[in-house]
């Protein structure tokens, strides 16, 4: 078990990182997820690297979580008969439906839902937002603009609609084949790309139900206007910058990110910082002074997880990335800013029993600075809770599922350990004390905290906060 950070940190698998060896190196220099990014590679490719990845648990003896990143609607324009055009400044250029391959004056936009949300004045960004094109007038299968950011257009650049929401579903065709595949391979998380509204998230979870959690990827400014019910249906969310900073100018992402990753924390919900965190070790062994203080940004505010995605997957210094960011992690939770920024970013606790527990819980811990927190849980949501508290012990979590544990892997503090139900008040005790010691997380006349719900087997049901003294019989 990694017990020396609270922080986690996700990698993604790609042509880089997918050799057994390089997955397992992964996993020992920090790596406590990883994610499947189904915008590229087969089924065949990502069921190679999921079943290295349980090797790899196997192996290692702890819970790894693995982490499905589905595509979305990829909005694109069609080809060009040069396979190139320069658009200038102040030209007009027109956007249809006509397949016939583009040119300088006009091009095939093969999405009609664009043209039925679009307004006068609209602006619509290309390749990123390198280039920009304002709505002159529109109608069912054609946008009139005028060209405001001039430059090269190629083939199949993408194509972003800030401002306004599309009717459209985020889950494609291609997404769907691609969901059934993933959850019967049995991936944990499911990250719902193109999120717009909480509507989004109802209709994953229909598809879903319990077998992944689901989280939300925050990266259009739509999804943001409905942050806290987003918050609310998703199981995670994760701060999606890349998309985010081409929608929106980029002064505004850093103070997004800071309210997305407070809405989250706020609701209990794990929330992942994503995007060029270190962007540079795509191609160099050491991060920029820039790239660590981003990373250390994210943990001073309390984020669950950050995560790595071209760096590991196809970067040339994979297991470099995974090892500075672990020490970067490692670097800031040993500062006592680091604390106090925690607790003075902390929300008040819902008015409930599991909520009231965890409450005491950490107010508890901050008087008698136990050793570790055991809490049982079946469904996760005790520790789910525990952890919004941000307590200043570890929380080592016992659960008969081992589904449960591999979801936790993502969750700040928490360390999963699948094992047998207690189904009593005395075995829950004397499991605890000696899971805690195992895992050399207490001694002989250290305090443990245990959190847990009575009668034991109910999702939801804590409603027992319970200080135990380690004896001296459990060490011998």
Request: charged letters at 20%; a negative charge.
């Amino acid at each position: 078990m990694r017990l020396h950070r609270r922080s986690r940190i996700v990698a993604t698998l790609g042509p880089a990182s997918s050799s057994l060896e390089t997955i397992r190196a992964l996993a020992i220099a920090g790596a406590d997820v990883f994610r499947l990014n189904f915008s590229h590679g087969t089924h065949a490719d990502h069921q190679e690297r999921y079943n290295r990845i349980r090797e790899v648990e196997r192996e290692l003896g702890r819970p790894i979580g693995v982490l499905l990143d589905l595509q979305g609607p990829k909005l694109r324009i069609g080809t060009l008969a040069s396979g190139k055009v320069l658009l200038e400044k102040g030209n007009k250029f027109r956007l249809d439906l006509d397949p016939t391959p583009g040119c300088e004056k006009r091009a095939h936009l093969p999405h009609p839902e664009i043209f039925s949300a679009l307004k006068v004045g609209t602006e619509l960004l290309i390749d990123d937002g390198k280039l920009r094109i304002r709505v002159d007038a529109f109608g069912t299968d054609f946008a009139d603009t005028t060209v405001v950011v001039g430059g090269l257009l190629s083939d199949r650049k993408g194509v972003n609609v800030p401002g306004v929401v599309l009717p459209i579903s985020p889950l494609t065709q291609k997404d769907r084949a691609d969901l059934a595949y993933g959850l019967n391979l049995g991936v944990d998380w499911v990250a719902l790309s193109f999120v717009q509204r909480p509507e989004d998230i109802e209709e994953a979870k229909s598809l879903i139900g319990d077998k992944a959690w689901v989280m939300a990827k925050l990266e259009k400014p739509s999804a943001v206007t409905h942050l806290e019910r987003i918050v609310a249906l998703a199981d995670g969310i994760m701060v999606a910058r890349g998309d985010l900073g081409v929608e929106l100018p980029p002064q505004s992402v850093p103070i997004l990110q800071r309210r997305i990753v407070r809405a989250a924390r706020s609701a209990g919900k794990p929330v992942v910082v994503a995007t060029q965190m270190l962007e540079s070790m795509i191609t160099a062994p050491v991060p920029t002074r820039a790239e660590a203080s981003d990373v250390a940004t994210a943990i001073y505010d309390g984020a669950d997880a950050v995560m790595l995605s071209a760096e590991s997957a196809s970067g040339q210094y994979p297991l470099e990335a995974v090892t500075i960011m672990d020490l970067i992690i490692q670097e800031v939770e040993q500062d006592p800013q680091w604390r106090n920024a925690l607790e003075a970013s902390h929300t008040p606790a819902e008015v409930n029993t599991p909520d009231a527990i965890c409450c005491a819980l950490r107010r508890v811990a901050g008087l008698l600075e136990p050793a570790a927190t055991v809490a049982y849980t079946v469904s996760g949501r005790t520790c789910l809770r525990a952890s919004r508290e941000r307590p200043i012990t570890p929380i080592l979590a016992l659960t008969p599922s081992p589904q449960t544990a591999r979801r936790l892997a993502l969750v700040w503090g928490v360390h999963p350990v699948p094992f047998e139900e207690a189904s009593t008040l005395e075995t829950m005790v004397s499991d605890a004390t000696a899971a805690a010691v195992q895992f050399n997380l207490a001694s002989a006349g250290d305090d443990v905290l245990m959190i847990a719900g009575l009668p034991s087997g109910h999702a939801g049901g804590t409603n027992l906060l319970h200080v135990i003294r380690i004896p001296e019989r459990v060490n011998g």
